[in-house]
């Protein structure tokens, strides 16, 4: 079973920035697709960035031209750099690999950003 820890949320006025990481507790080179996803209160969790495991990334609408996902597979992580946050990034964060068909997720970490 494929361990996945998420670090970096907190609390940020909008406009700032956080930056969050997800160290897995094995090789991600062993790894399929990564993803962070996002549950705020009362929605449903959605797919906020995608990395395969050739580097081909997709984002979602609203997090175009301020996320920014990356993978290490030296360290291990997958990050997700988030500038110009907004209220409505207010969530859940959570990280997902997909191993060899298996569904992994982290236990999120949380991002609030006030107005």
């Known amino acids: 079973q494929v361990q996945l820890v998420e670090s970096g949320g907190g609390l940020v006025q909008a406009g700032g920035s956080l930056r969050l990481s997800c160290e897995a507790s094995?090789?991600?080179?062993?790894?399929?697709?990564m993803a962070w996803y996002r549950q705020a209160p009362g929605n449903q969790r959605e797919l906020v960035a995608r990395?395969?495991?050739?580097?081909?990334?997709n984002y979602a609408d609203s997090a175009k031209g301020r996320f920014t996902i990356s993978r290490d597979g030296g360290l291990n992580t997958m990050d997700l750099q988030m500038n110009d946050l907004k209220s409505e990034d207010t969530g859940v964060y959570y990280c997902?690999?997909?191993?060899?068909?298996?569904?992994?997720w982290g236990q999120g970490t949380q991002v609030t950003v006030s107005s």
């Open positions: 094995d090789n991600i080179f062993n790894f399929g697709a």
């Open positions: 997902n690999a997909n191993v060899l068909s298996d569904n992994n």
């Open positions: 990395i395969n495991d050739v580097g081909r990334i």
